[in-house]
């Protein structure tokens, strides 16, 4: 049976196409378990991927429990995104050595062997489209970004249910991925296999070394069922029209609450799969003979992110929330032509405070007089 894309195919479980990557000489990163978390990790074989696990999500809350003993991917995203390997938190761009006369620049290697994201959500390949249109958007392009994305294949997992923090319905980028996948999958609980969607001819030069089925009726209405389900189940939602709004709310009184409750500490723009600020910092030895220019993720919650000669522009954490909120909702639109956000509700489970984005976002669309702020 052979694949191209837009092929669909049935399949008993996720392990044969692990295996098949793996002898094809991938590296795997897919979720794992670590610290009672999900994470994004090296996968040495299909038995590294947690099974019978569901996440419980709430506002400044994360927990993992048993779930149906047989399942493979009920719980939804954890605390890390992809963009941990695409625009790593700390990165070297290049050194210098001194020589006689000036200095020596090399730029800092860039080993990336082709690799596989697996088990990706749609909002997360929706978080990484977003990405591209920062790092990758033809006028500026970062060239480690670049190779990287594009040596990099892309399993992805349709998921079945949502967390109490997922909004991706809201934000039409989930809970179904239509496109941005090599191969995706579909756990179909009640007919013990995985429907297949093959997304490209990378994914098809995948799929043609497994053994797979013909899909029959039935697999095809559980997989539309089961992302019907992650849909109808999400109890959060973005409020409408919130880039306008926004615009004009600047002064609403309601930016004084939640600065009264928000740390800015910073979480929920680290947990974040699209925020990309970073700064870059010189590093000397004491013998002035090396230098090395890395750079790290920053944040628009820390004092120092907008200091310029003579003090940071933005002072009080009314400012930075301000700024976070506008940004990711409103300005992105201007700037990238999509909302910043794509509903993965990892700002509100890590937050540690439990700020709700969407209760902020709902907040700003009461009239002032009405809210009690
Ligand atoms: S702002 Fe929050 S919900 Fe939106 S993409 Fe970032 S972490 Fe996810
Ligand atoms: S909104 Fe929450 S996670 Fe973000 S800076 Fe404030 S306290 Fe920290």
New binding site residues.
């Given amino acids: 049976m052979s694949a191209d894309a837009g092929s669909r195919f049935v399949i008993d479980d996720p392990s044969a196409l692990v295996s098949a990557l793996l002898d094809d000489g991938w590296r795997v990163l897919g979720p794992r378990l670590r610290d009672d978390a999900i994470v994004y990790d090296e996968i040495t074989g299909p038995g590294d991927l947690p099974r019978g696990l569901i996440d419980d999500q709430e506002g400044g809350h994360y927990r993992l429990r048993a779930g149906r003993e047989a399942s493979w991917f009920d719980y939804v995203v954890g605390p890390q995104s992809w963009k941990k390997w695409l625009f790593p938190a700390r990165q070297k761009l290049w050194s210098a050595e001194k020589t006689g006369d000036g200095f020596d620049i090399n730029p800092a290697a860039d080993d990336w062997p082709k690799t596989v994201f697996f088990g990706v959500r749609a909002c997360e390949i929706a978080a990484i489209e977003v990405q591209d249109r920062v790092f990758d958007n033809g006028d500026f392009a970062d060239p480690g970004y670049r190779q990287r994305r594009a040596a990099t294949l892309i399993v992805a997992v349709q998921c079945a249910r949502s967390a109490a923090t997922c909004f991706c319905a809201s934000m039409n980028t989930g809970p179904h991925a239509d496109s941005g996948f090599d191969i995706a999958l579909t756990e179909l609980a009640d007919e013990a296999a995985f429907l297949v969607e093959c997304g490209s001819a990378r994914g098809a030069a995948i799929l043609d070394r497994l053994e797979m089925r013909v899909p029959e009726e039935g697999h095809l209405r559980a997989a539309e069922a089961a992302s019907k389900n992650a849909a109808d189940s999400q109890t959060r939602r973005m409020v409408d029209d919130i880039p306008n709004l926004l615009r004009e709310k600047l002064d609403h009184p309601h930016w004084e609450v939640?600065a009264d409750?928000?740390?800015?500490?910073?979480?929920?723009?680290l947990v974040c799969p699209t925020c990309f600020c970073s700064d870059v910092e010189d590093v000397n030895d004491l013998t002035g003979d090396h230098t090395e220019r890395w750079r790290t993720w920053d944040s628009c919650?820390t004092a120092d992110f907008s200091y310029v000669h003579g003090g940071s522009v933005r002072r009080s954490?009314k400012s930075?929330?301000r700024q976070?909120l506008t940004h990711k909702l409103s300005t992105w639109h201007d700037q990238f032509g999509s909302s910043g956000c794509v509903g993965c509700g990892r700002?509100i489970a890590?937050?540690?405070?439990g700020?709700d984005i969407t209760a902020e976002a709902a907040a700003f669309a009461t009239d002032p007089e009405q809210s009690g702020d």
């Fill in positions: 939640v409750a928000c740390l800015s500490c910073a979480n929920c723009t919650f954490t930075r929330y976070w700002c890590w937050c540690p405070v700020i």
